[in-house]
């Protein structure tokens, strides 16, 4: 891996700043307080995002501006990548937000997580270190801030192991130790619940075999059953035959009383018939003689005729009366005319009474000559009305006549009709007497079909009891035969279970005893041989690099990797220590750490570039110079050291300086 580039965007002390990266030793050179540092945190962030306790967004966002970002270009496996993560302030802090990769062109938008993911996958970490919350191998190899590194020194031998495992990634071996803990406690508590399981199985294979034992039993009384219910049926058969005989004679019994009482009612209803017949014959006679004798009254009866009409008369009477209305009106207008001497409709005077006077005798004339029509009319009228009140007497015996003759006739006929029926019914109620006696002699033959019947079906009836008592039995020993069956199937199917928990437990004694006596152990030997090895490979790239920068003290590392200094044959207290000596044990333990883990993992590809953050504080001009032969020695394609240290200006390949104004950091062009 090569960093190209890292560009700023209000981070910390950075408002807008780009900082190219050459090949080589490249020195981030300045004072103090100028953001180096800053560089190195926003480089961190880029690649792997804030996180809790270590890297907040509050720590890059500058104050006062609402958002930023850190965008970093860097060459891997020769391809070239751009990471961008971008941070933005919220009302409950500052957080990132989604940011982008692009791999030689090709941009995509992926969240922090994803793109963390990506990172590392680029990186060729293997990828059950992935999940590791500190990118422990990138910070171990590449970059170690300096109170990490201290950090690591100064902690408890524990702590420092526990590290130095996750680093080494040899915790796994202490993982898989405590996992097959836990497995083996498992394994013995599913052990002592089969062992329970399976405390009452001689009881459940005795229990098995008496519930066979009963089972055949049970068949056997089945099969007993079954045979007699066949015997049953095969008497039942016959009998329920000789009962549907006796059936049959039944019914045609019961088809004979009921045409017998069919035959009686028809019979009664005919006699019944002719009786009445015989009697309306007698009163028909009777009703004819005395119509005949009525008949007699008229016999020189003739009949009336109609006389006039009178409608042309009363409507020419209603014409008259009319007429006299109006004359009388006019000859009382023409009156009061005359009396008063003026008419009273238009207020003239009458000029002639006399002319006026002799009109109205004239009227008085007409008058009276109506009247005397209406009179003759009137009289005329009456005469004509007291004929036709005549004739409505005659027409009326006319028709009394007329009536008892049609009565006579249809009297006569129907006495004929009755005679005619009258000897019908006679004939028919002769033939239904003869029916009757024949119906009573068949009715006879079956006298005592019903008793032999009875008899019949109370001998069916005590079988049909006895053969439902047998299937009764049949169907419990059945009943019983099945339940036995489902407790049969459960006991089979709990003994199977019980005597596979019997194999399992053989089989979870071997792997119990093979994880407790074998397994455990061996996990603990390869434990102790790999870090042995580690801390011996360590131990010597250790001694080597310290030995580079202080020649007259040793260093070593015990078990927990603890520095171990000697000077004069004595040992000697980290804390005892100067400055520059402290920084040269850390910045060698740094470097064995690097050396170590990039040759556990080959395929990791950020093994060309180192950054040293402030590797030489508290050097000496001495152990300045013997810096010289360190960066010789690292042989990488890239080194970058932050320092302020003006001595390392002359032995490095390029240097980028850093200053402030205004609190905002630049790089100097």
Known sequence: MLLKRVKLKNIRSYIDEEIEFPTGSVLLAGDIGTGKSTV????????????????TGTDLLRHGKSSGFVEVEFEIGKKNVIVRRTLRRKNNGVSQDSGYIIIDGVKEELSPTELKSRILELFGYPPELLTKAKSVIFRYTVYTPQEQMKHILFSNPEERLNTLRKIFDIDKYKTIQNNARIVLTELRATK??????????????????????????????????????????????????TLTEFEDKIKELRKLEQSLAKTKTGLELKERRAKQIENDLKDNEKKMSALRKTLENYKDLKKPEEPQDTEKLEKELRALLSKKSLIANEI??????????????????????????????????????????IKNLEMELKAIKGEREEYKKKIVLWERKNNIEQNIKDLEKSHDKMEEEFATMKKEIEEMKKELSALEKKI????????????????????????????????RLEQRKKDLDEVIKNLEKEIKEKRAMKKKIAQLDKIITWLDSFFGPL??????????????????????????IIDDMSVRVDESFTPI?????????????????????????RLALNKVINSMIERIKTKDLLILDEPTDGFSTDQLDKMRDVLNKLDLRQIIIVSHEPKIDTFVDNVIRFYKEQHVSRVEK
Not at 40 to 55: N, P, Q
């Open 192 to 241: 002592r619940a089969y062992a329970k399981e399976i405390e009452n199985l001689p009881d459940k294979e005795k229990e098995l075999d008496e519930k066979e034992k009963e089972k055949v039993s049970i068949e056997k009384g089945l099969a007993e059953v079954s045979m007699h219910i066949l015997e049953i049926e095969k008497v039942l058969d016959e009998k329920k035959k």
């Open 444 to 475: 006879k033959q079956y006298e005592n079909v019903e008793k032999d019947y009875e008899k019949r079906k109370e001998e069916f009836d005590e079988i049909k009891e006895k053969q439902i008592a047998v299937e009764k039995d049949k169907a």
């Open 565 to 589: 200094i000697e000077q004069n044959g004595y040992e000697t207290e980290y804390q005892n220590l100067s400055g520059g000596e402290k920084t040269a044990v850390a910045l060698a333990y």
């Open 332 to 373: 009382e207008k023409l009156q009061k005319i005359y009396d008063k001497g003026v008419c009273e409709f238009c207020g003239q005077d009458v000029h002639d009474p006399k002319s006026f006077r002799a009109r109205i005798e004239e009227r008085q004339k007409e008058l009276e000559e109506n009247q005397k029509k």
């Open 523 to 548: 996990m603990s030997t390869i434990e102790k041989y790999v870090m042995a090895s580690i801390q011996q490979s360590f131990n010597s790239f250790f001694q080597e690099w310290f030995s580079i």
């Open 40 to 55: 190195l945190l926003a480089l961190d962030f880029a690649l792997f995002g804030i996180r809790r306790g270590e890297l």
